[in-house]
């Protein structure tokens, strides 16, 4: 076997993303097939002499068996502890952050004393609160924690076995700690760069270069965010590989050039990883690229050269060793992905476009294209990168985001040769901040690096507007697109005889993707979508025609508006024509804020104004009209959305808003309220959005129900569990109702392929 770690890495790795993707439960029959296999592989004197597929059965059966172990010790004894008020005597490990309004605190508990008595100790959880703590990394809380009801794969990947929040956070007991572990002057260390940033630089900016130097993303404004996501240049906010390499390749440049001892300086540079690693907190693709950055350097020390792929299987290999979960961390699988690609096919890719174009070292015509056209070969070998990296984490990007960043190549051709000259600069601007002599030099400094990230922002933002930019894959022809293109390169890589395969299968899947895209838009055409996506607690519905967006409802948790913004963007709403804001009511309004900085807004109709915070009341400067409304004197107000009247109805207590569309009668009900109270003519009608409690809604006869909340609340509705035609969106779907000119109707479930 020729690459022992590779073979086992990746095969742990893709055992455990597969096993957490079909469930915990579910692995003890893959695991004594796997081992059955194993046993029969080793009987066979040509598996057995071959090795590899012993490995990698072996491999896949420990990875199945590990996890339910892993679980069972760690993970299920603090789910007993979920939705519990504990008495809790913990650490902070980390530096605390702000997300969504809310401050977040990552601690590690000595204890948590439940209120039967039960103590749960040696845990990791993530905790919230309304109000800043006076806390600093290792100090000592006490108090109470609320426990959340679960807690996310994305939260068990980091190490956090639970979340919560402090419910009176003004009664925590801080203990600052006199002895603080080496972990402490790395963070004052983050500390410090991310202060010094946004001193020398403007806000944006620095939030920017916060992120990209430090993985400190919490800062980075939505809309940036959303425009990288778009455009296909997520990863340059999230310290990865790339990062490293290029600081420690001008590590070692400077080194070698400072110290005539090269091993010396190649110790130093490890120092250097190590010191990176826990300035920017042990990131997932932190530290793969980390472990293979000093095997690398380390085999280097020996008089060895490492080997690229056994690097990078032992790095995963470490990583889901110490946290089987981590097998479902987004940045470790774009990085691992995106990484296997660029080893695996950059290299060929520039071979052969060079072999292509007839400029082998070996030719004659090489000296000249090189003279006329310098930069022909490193463009090939950043498109070689990119495509490779593109090409392999797309999977991912499908599994984990349901979208497609269509011009995710282009954008990272135009981006990616400036990260290089972005980070000497930003690393030179903090040495000449920290200089006294050349301090001076802060100001040019500052202008270029401003300079250079602005024209990063600028490119995703103007590559996100184009059109298509993002297909979702709620789009009806997407799945099929990708499986059949999937599909051709498996029969293409297998028939070799078959001419120009390559450019075959570049013709064939452009050519259908255009044709899907142009079938969509025509099909789609005039139809109406009465979309309910899952937002978690709240309810949110929007009616899109056309490319126009009215909002009806836009409530939810802090994580539910991803799923709102991915389908406004997979439809292309360019502009929203008509927003609801009744009241300030999490369940209704909890995106009002972000959906006003994101969309050009037409209409905002508001229910009492004084009642809004003051940036909300900035937001709504951004539309072009907005109405005014009074729970009180005037709870009935009719607006019109295209050639369709909108009637929404808001008092103390209740609120509901009802729509006819060319026959289609439409009732959205939430938070307490009493269908005895709406006017007769809501009471009947074809499809009730309901969230919340809803008195004698015996008096309502409607076709289809749609629940709009969260599992845990089941109970509110279980005398509407066996009714036909109820339907939910709990389990991740969006429920979309598409209304058709000819007035024939059609409900689906979107990306339910992927569940």
Known sequence: MKRPLAVMG????????AALFLGVGTTALPAVVLLAGFAAAMKSKRLRQKKTIPAVLLTASAAMLILPLYTAVFVTPAASFAGQNVQAEAELCELPYTQYDRYYYPLKASSLTAEDGTVLTHTKLLVSSD????VTPFDRLSGRIQLSRSTSAYQLSKGNVLTGYFPDAEHIAVTPTEQKPLFFYALQIRQTLSETLHELLPQEQADFMTALLLGDKTGVDLAVKEDLQAAGLSHIIVVSGMHLSLLTGLCLFVLTRLIRHKKAAVLLCILFVLVYMSVTGFSASIVRAGIMQIIFLSAFLFGQQADAFNSLGFAVLVMTLLNPYAATDISLLLSFS??????????????YSIEQAGLQESSRPL???????????????????????????????????????????LANLATVPIILPLMISVVLLLLMHFSVLLSFLTVPLAAAVGFQADYITAVARQIADWPFAVLRLSQTFVPWWVA????????????????HRNRVFILTTVLSLIAGVAWTEISHLNVVNI???????????????NNRAAVLSCGGNYSGFSPVRDYLDGAQVQKLSLLLMPNRDWAVSSYAEQLLNSYPTETVLLYDPQRWSLSVTQALTQAENC?????????????????????????????????????????????????????????????????????????????????????????KYLSLKEKENTYYTWDGQNLIVRLYPDHTTDIRREQLWLS
């Open 10 to 17: 990746y095969t742990y790795l893709a055992a455990l993303a």
């Open 131 to 134: 109000e800043p703590l006076t």
């Open 338 to 351: 995106a990484t296997l690609g660029i080893l695996l096919f950059a290299q060929r890719f520039t071979n």
């Open 367 to 409: 000296g000249k294209v090189n003279g006329r056209f310098p930069l022909f070969k490193p463009f090939i070998n950043l498109l070689g990168v990119t495509l490779s990296a593109y090409v392999f984490t797309l999977p991912v990007t499908i599994l984990y985001f349901h979208r497609i960043a269509l011009y995710a190549v």
């Open 484 to 499: 059949g293109a999937g599909g051709l390169a498996g029969l293409l890589f297998l028939c070799r005889k078959i001419p």
């Open 531 to 545: 979309v309910v996506p899952d937002t978690g607690e709240g309810v949110t519905v929007l009616l899109v025609k």
């Open 627 to 715: 109405l005014t409304a009074n729970s009180k004197t005037e709870p009935l107000r009719s607006i019109l959305f295209e050639d369709k009247t909108i009637d929404c109805y808001e008092d103390t207590t209740h609120h509901a808003v009802f729509a006819e569309m060319d026959g289609y009668r439409v009732l959205v009900c939430t938070q307490e309220s009493d269908a005895a109270l709406l006017p007769q003519a809501w009471r009947k009608g074809d499809l009730l959005i309901l969230h919340g409690r809803i008195d004698n809604k015996q008096v309502l006869s409607y076709d289809t129900v749609v629940v709009a909340d969260t599992p845990e609340n089941y109970r």
